[in-house]
Each structure stands twice: as C-alpha cells, then as structure tokens.
C-alpha cells in the first residue's frame, strides 16, 4: 500500500527552466509534508516542508505547493540549475494523532536532470 | 555535512548471517530512527528510537532489532538475513529540541549498503 506516490520516475529540464515535481498522497492523516534531495552516496538532504495548515511555502529558487482536497503537492524549482540533479523524494508525516513517532513515509524518488 | 556517519559503507553477507550497521548522531541528538531503502524505491522507516527505548516500529520482523546509547551512536541488527534483506541503510537522528517527531529536523547519514548473497 504506497501512501505517498511519485509517479514520475525522472524528469529533465534545460537550466534556467522551471522544474515541477509532483507527489500524491492516500492518507488524510498527513499533515506535515517534507521533500528531500539526495545525490549519489550521499543520505537525503532536507529541502522544503509545509505544514497543512498552508498551501504554499516558498525558500528562495523553492517553492512547494499543498492541495490537501486533492491530495497532491508539488515542488518549483525556478530557475533550475544543473547542481539540482538529483533524486528528489516527498516525504509525509502525521505529527498529530496518538503514538506519532515521526516517522516518515517516503514516495519513491523522482530523477531530475537539468541540462545545461 | 549533517554530522551524522555510518558505517561500514558497504557490507557484503550471505544468506542466514547476522549483520551490525552503526551510527553517529552529533551531540544533542536524542532521537534516531532506521530506513531502508531498496533499490529504486524510496527509504522506509523501520523504527525509531529515543532516550535508548524503541519509540515506534515500521511493518518490519523482529529478527530487525537496534540499540541507542547515551553517546548518540546507534546500531541496527539483521538476524537470518534474506536475499531481500539487500538494500541501503540509512539512519537519521534528531535534535533533542525537536522531540520525537523530528518533521523537518531529521538529519540523515549516508548509508550503509548491504548486499546479502
């Protein structure tokens, strides 16, 4: 049962251009959204997150989108630059609720390429 | 650079071994949790813990087991290690102000990758 889809396995983009990576969740529990980058042999780096009290949270060139009726975010990366290839993973958590341990549920990772 | 290491990097066992991965959380870091991630997927939680007691378990047997010391450094043991058992170990540890929940302040290491033939 994957509660956190990727569906897009790998994405490319010409630098400069704008990256759109997207993320599906099932469970209505969630209500903490985070998105990792993780280069080869490196551990995931944390990103950008947002609560689902929000819609829209925004860090510099990264911009991540909540729509909790749909259950989908997605992340923006403007301008897109050839250092941000790499494997992109949603993650979700629900911090609310009784035996909460933050665990993570992770989506299956998108592959960006951005070209020079 | 998040200050958390493991090791060994690579691992190669066979079918039926036992395996110990580590890890070294920084100073501070009360609270730890395990992922695997198989090739292609994304890391899946296998449990956490905080002040060296287990404070959540994933959908993962018993013959998966850890330990937390007083010196932020952990261990993950794999009993009777199966061929599906292969995949990279990642631990991630969590400030002492961030609580158990971690959110956005889980600090992952590089990983250990197992291979089990």
């Known amino acids: 049962d994957q509660q956190v889809k990727q569906n897009s396995p790998s994405l490319s983009v010409q630098e400069g251009r704008i990256s759109i990576l997207n993320c599906d969740y099932t469970?209505?529990?969630?209500?903490?959204f985070l998105w990792y980058k993780k280069y080869p042999a490196e551990g995931p780096t944390f990103l950008i997150s947002?609560?689902?009290?929000?819609d829209k949270n925004e860090d510099g060139r990264f911009t991540v989108f909540l729509n909790k009726s749909a259950k989908h975010l997605s992340l923006h990366i403007v301008p897109s630059q050839p250092g941000d290839s790499a494997v992109y993973f949603c993650?979700?958590?629900?911090?609310?609720?009784?035996?909460?341990?933050?665990?993570?549920?992770f989506g299956q990772g998108t592959t960006l390429q951005v070209k020079p | 650079e998040t200050g958390v290491t493991q090791s060994p990097t690579h691992l190669i066992k066979t079918r039926g071994q036992q395996v110990t991965l580590r890890c070294s959380s920084q100073?501070?870091?009360?609270?730890v949790s395990w992922y695997q991630q198989a090739l292609g997927q994304g890391p899946q939680f296998i449990f956490q813990?905080?002040?060296?007691?287990?404070?959540g378990r994933g959908n993962f047997p018993p013959r998966f087991s850890g330990l937390q010391f007083p010196n932020y450094s952990s261990e993950l043991n794999v009993n009777a290690l199966e061929l599906d058992d292969s995949a990279l170990y990642l631990c991630?540890?969590?400030?002492?102000?961030?609580?158990?929940?971690?959110?956005?302040?889980?600090?992952f290491g590089p990983g250990t990758r197992l291979t089990v033939l």
């Open positions: 993650a979700a958590s629900a911090l609310r609720g009784s035996g909460n341990t933050g665990k993570l549920i």
């Open positions: 469970n209505s529990m969630f209500d903490y």
């Open positions: 947002i609560s689902s009290i929000k």
């Open positions: 100073s501070g870091h009360n609270t």
């Open positions: 813990y905080y002040r060296e007691e287990e404070n």
């Open positions: 991630a540890s969590i400030p002492r102000e961030a609580g158990p929940l971690g959110g956005d302040t889980q600090y």
